[in-house]
């Protein structure tokens, strides 16, 4: 996060900051202090909205709910993660810079005893040429010998790179993946966006975004509480997962709301793909298994748009999400394509006339 206040301005929002925390009872953790900083200096809109609907959609604050958001923020298990694997990339640099001086210094040391023997054997007597070649295979015994032993330290600091490479692998993997629903997150999704949009003006195809939010949501969740809405969020994951193949991307957006980039898809197919969508999610029942009291009926409210000539992420993010909210409008629990944002214009234009 970049903090630009200046030392009043900075003073202020760290005490504001604090007496959230002291209301809170949240321990005052750097990494606790920088989620509520931020909370209340706005430098973070995503985490703001996230932060306000925990504290206005329930009468206790739920200190599970906040874990969550801090580590979608904070990203502390990668950051242990990244840790670790800085740690032993470092051990593994110095372990390789000592194995390869070793050999240097070995073969320098044959080297030299090879020299040696060239120039003594020309004018040895035939005793002392023996001497001289026993002499010999015991440097080369002895350089084998730690060829061997490099070799083994070599093959220590092979496996030590794959356990470091898996632990970075775990790394990304955890940077870009939402905590609750297993989704790619939000940078996860930034990315991928960018380089679909750059494969698809590559390849000259096709490539349209859905733009998806679940209907009523903070309702729902002022209602049943917001372990029930965590679990509303994880149905629709896993209907987003099992629903979508190949280089089709669902993703976690933010709070309610998620995003599915479909390439080599036009307008028309990802209309039929969010319907599919849409039409699977509401056949869903969320049940408490505890009691089997029903939540009611989940449903979504989608937008659609189809990547221009002249878009890039943030324009086609704009009129997907334009048209999710002439989806809204217009009833919910549909779906609506860009061209229904003209059309939704057209109407409230006659309306006012």
């Not at 904070?74 to 800085?86: K, M």
């Not at 040391?109 to 040429?129: C, H, I, K, Q």
């Not at 989608?302 to 704009?318: P, T």
């Amino acid at each position: 996060m970049s903090y630009r206040q200046s030392s009043d301005k900075a003073a202020m929002i760290a005490d504001q900051a604090l007496k959230q925390m002291q209301q809170l009872i949240i321990p005052p953790y750097p990494d606790n202090f920088e989620i509520w900083y931020a909370f209340h200096a706005g430098l973070d809109a995503e985490l703001s909205k996230s932060l306000t609907d925990l504290l206005e959609s329930v009468d206790y604050f739920d200190p599970s709910a906040y874990q969550s958001i801090k580590q979608a923020f904070l990203g502390e298990e990668t950051s242990q993660l990244l840790r670790s694997a800085s740690d032993n990339v470092e051990a593994l640099i110095a372990s390789a810079l000592t194995t390869i001086g070793s050999a240097a210094d070995s073969a320098k040391d044959y080297g030299d005893a090879l020299e040696d023997f060239t120039g003594n054997v020309a004018s040895a007597e035939p005793d002392e040429v023996r001497a001289l070649i026993a002499q010999v295979l015991q440097e080369t015994q002895a350089v084998m010998a730690r060829n061997r032993q490099l070799e083994a330290e070599l093959n220590e600091a092979g496996e030590r790179m794959e356990t470091l490479r898996d632990s970075l692998d775990d790394a990304r993997r955890a940077s870009e993946t939402d905590g609750l629903t297993s989704l790619p997150n939000r940078r996860a999704f930034d990315l991928g966006l960018d380089a679909e949009i750059d494969r698809a003006r590559e390849d000259g195809t096709s490539l349209t975004l859905l733009v998806t939010d679940v209907d009523h949501f903070k309702k729902f969740n002022d209602t049943f509480g917001h372990r029930v809405g965590d679990e509303v969020l994880k149905l629709v994951g896993r209907v987003l997962k099992s629903l979508l193949k190949g280089r089709d991307t669902p993703a976690r957006y933010g709070g309610e709301e998620f995003c599915v980039i479909l390439p080599t898809t036009d307008v028309q197919g990802g209309f039929a793909v969010a319907e599919h969508i849409r039409k699977a999610i509401s056949a869903k029942a969320l049940k408490s298994a505890r009691t089997g009291q029903s939540y009611g009926q989940i449903t979504l409210s989608i937008g659609c748009a189809e990547l221009r000539s002249d878009d890039n992420a943030g324009s086609l993010i704009e009129r997907a999400d334009a048209a999710l909210y002439v989806a809204k409008q217009t009833g919910r629990n549909r779906t609506c394509t860009e061209s229904d944002i003209a059309a939704a214009a057209d109407g409230a234009d006659r309306a006012a006339s």
